[in-house]
């Protein structure tokens, strides 16, 4: 179900995670060899997602709908991504090992979901995933290291926050709160964008940290949403 802010513009993109307690002090050291099997079937999961990007760019072009089947993969991938860098450099806010599911997985502690458009903009497709995009790209790029939102990030300032969170966990046995509420703002950011870029929304993503494991009680797009 779609949510609607106070300004009643949608929120499409709803990002949110829960800190788990305790944490292993010394597991977030080795979670990049557990999750190598993530990564062999993600990287074939990514080459689907662009190539399902394609296919769905010409479906809004000609039709002005994003095939759900195809919506439906597209999420499921960026689910998947997002659970597994939760697990290791994006957050290391869980030690639960993510499962090789690209369902919700309402029980895991990060979860994503998108709305599904009914319509999407047949024109704003030619231009909102390059055009559009270029400042979020520069941003999202500071705060990976270059753009990427497959699940193997944990570059920029995101690696960086995280790499000190594991700090703290080895010597102190805590993940800093204050951390952790900034870091989920940046994951909220980047996969915002993400949904964007990829035509799953029209809603352009807020230049705007919302901090914290849950969404906010509002948002409001700090663009309207485009009409087909």
């Known amino acids: 179900m779609t949510t609607i802010s106070a300004a009643g513009a949608p929120r499409p993109v709803r990002v949110e995670a829960a800190l788990e307690k305790p944490l292993s002090r010394w597991l977030w050291l080795v979670k990049w060899i557990l999750v190598i099997p993530h990564y062999v079937v993600l990287f074939f999961l990514w080459i689907a997602f662009f190539g399902v990007s394609v296919g769905a760019f010409f479906a809004?072009?000609?039709?002005?709908?994003?095939?759900?089947?195809?919506?439906?993969?597209?999420?499921?991938?960026?689910?998947?991504?997002?659970?597994?860098?939760?697990?290791?450099?994006?957050?290391?806010?869980?030690?639960?090992?993510?499962?090789?599911?690209?369902?919700a997985e309402p029980d895991y502690p990060a979860r994503l979901d998108i709305a599904y458009p009914e319509q999407?903009?047949?024109?704003?497709?030619?231009?909102?995933?390059?055009?559009?995009?270029?400042?979020?790209?520069?941003?999202?790029?500071?705060?990976?290291?270059?753009?990427?939102?497959?699940?193997?990030?944990?570059?920029?300032?995101?690696?960086?926050?995280?790499?000190?969170?594991?700090?703290?966990l080895l010597f102190?046995?805590?993940?800093?709160?204050?951390?952790?509420?900034?870091?989920?703002?940046?994951?909220?950011?980047?996969?915002?964008?993400?949904?964007?870029?990829?035509l799953m929304t029209d809603v352009y993503p807020p230049f705007r940290l919302d901090l914290g494991g849950t969404e906010p009680a509002s948002t409001v797009s700090s663009a309207p949403e485009a009409r087909p």
């Open 120 to 168: 999407l903009s047949r024109g704003l497709v030619l231009v909102k995933w390059w055009l559009l995009a270029i400042p979020h790209y520069l941003v999202v790029g500071l705060f990976l290291g270059g753009f990427q939102y497959t699940g193997w990030w944990g570059g920029g300032l995101i690696g960086l926050l995280a790499f000190f969170a594991g700090i703290s």
């Open 60 to 103: 809004i072009l000609f039709t002005g709908r994003y095939p759900r089947a195809l919506f439906d993969f597209s999420l499921g991938v960026l689910r998947w991504s997002w659970r597994v860098a939760y697990y290791t450099y994006g957050a290391l806010g869980t030690d639960r090992y993510p499962p090789f599911s690209l369902g």
């Open 172 to 198: 102190r046995d805590r993940y800093p709160g204050g951390m952790f509420e900034l870091i989920l703002g940046l994951n909220r950011w980047v996969l915002r964008v993400a949904a964007y870029v990829a």
